[in-house]
């Protein structure tokens, strides 16, 4: 792991900073930038790394020893252990840093709307309505793709004030909806026009596009999301195990 990343987001709709560890190690081992019994740095150097406490990146590093991702040794260190299929918060998520992989998901929330759903998308769910989710998604601090999720009426609405980095989490806390499986496909599509300023394709420009529709513990699939994102930034990643 770089020593030199930036201090972890921290505003009230990010992720606990314990949280946000804990899925970067996870998504860095999957991306083969955290290696089978390396040693992590120091956990001071760490600690200050992401701008935490040394406390802290302890609940982060314990979290990770119960799911077998690390060996803490006494007295000489944090080593990875890489190979097991760990769930986690992101494991759903498939963009990751265009050269290097890896890299911590988060979002800016553009809107949160209560509306009709339009022609173009498939059916799902079983009301004529959804709450739409207008996001940038960022890698650590590198804005890399839109996004546009739509949620069906049947499940609920989640106030603007709950809404968290990830979405998925944020069904859990606030509708008890766990979302267990997705089905994408990839293409491309121009930019849609509410694009915003620091995505760099502009409006109108094709590049590649993701759809997806997910399912929860029912039948019918509850959740119908577009992205756009930009390729010199990230790259669409899936593992087969």
């Known amino acids: 792991m770089d020593e030199n990343h930036l201090a972890l987001p921290q505003r009230p709709d990010a992720l606990p900073i314990h949280l946000q560890i804990e899925e970067l190690v996870i998504r860095d081992i999957a991306a083969g930038r955290l290696v089978d019994g390396q040693r992590l740095p120091p956990e001071r150097d760490m600690a200050h790394a992401h701008g935490t406490t040394v406390r802290t990146l302890r609940k982060a590093l314990a979290e990770l020893e119960k799911k077998d991702l690390i060996e803490r040794r006494q007295g000489s260190g944090n080593y990875i252990r890489a190979g097991q299929q760990v769930t ?3 494991s759903m998520f498939r963009l990751e840093h265009a050269v290097s992989g890896g890299g911590l998901p988060n979002a800016h929330l553009l809107s949160v709307d209560y509306l009709p759903k339009d022609a173009e998308q498939p059916d799902y769910g079983a009301s004529d309505c959804a709450t739409r989710f207008r996001r940038l998604r960022f890698l650590d601090d590198v804005p890399i793709a839109l996004e546009e999720i739509w949620l069906d009426g049947s499940a609920g609405q989640v106030p603007r004030d709950k809404v968290q980095d990830s979405l998925y989490l944020t069904y859990k806390r606030a509708l008890r909806l766990w979302i267990t499986r997705a089905e994408d496909r ?10 915003a300023p620091r995505f760099a394709p502009a409006a109108g420009t094709v590049t590649a596009y993701i759809e997806r529709l997910s399912w929860a513990q029912t039948a019918r699939a509850v959740e119908f999301s577009r992205t756009w994102y930009d390729t010199d930034k990230a790259l669409y990643v899936q593992r087969l195990i």
């Open 186 to 195: 990839v293409g491309i599509a121009p930019v849609p026009d509410w694009t």
């Open 88 to 90: 986690s918060v992101y």
